[in-house]
């Protein structure tokens, strides 16, 4: 199926104040995140090559030693196995793109 409504994909919220929407293809997964303001997202890091986009409100986003507020037009880019963390500092909506699938979103 190429096509995929978001409203018709079902949210989940795995993390506290974090809720997604999941589409996945044969080799990555798409993550549309809605995330309330002051929700914090622990240190963490994974196998993934992950790409984030900003889309709306403010993050503040740590990869590696660096920390950043990122905002709409904010793009970051994390190798695999590189610690990373954040906190959004108002709502935001956020996409990220994680290759290979994330099974464990599935």
């Known amino acids: 199926m190429p096509f995929f409504e978001l409203d018709d994909i079902q949210e989940r919220e795995p993390l506290p104040g ?3 929407r999941l589409v996945h293809s044969a080799s990555m997964t798409v993550a549309h995140w809605e995330i309330e303001s002051g929700a914090a997202m622990p240190e963490h ?4 090559e992950q790409i984030v986009s ?3 409100g403010d993050f503040e986003m740590t990869v ?3 920390v950043r507020t ?3 037009g904010t793009v ?5 196995d590189v610690p990373h963390s954040g906190r959004a500092i108002t709502r935001c909506r956020i996409i990220e793109v994680v290759h290979p699938v994330r099974e464990d979103y599935r």
């Open 70 to 72: 990122a905002g709409p």
């Open 54 to 56: 900003f889309v709306e």
């Open 45 to 48: 890091s994974h196998v993934h």
């Open 76 to 80: 970051a880019v994390i190798p695999p």
């Open 64 to 66: 590696g030693d660096e």
């Open 18 to 20: 974090y809720k997604v």
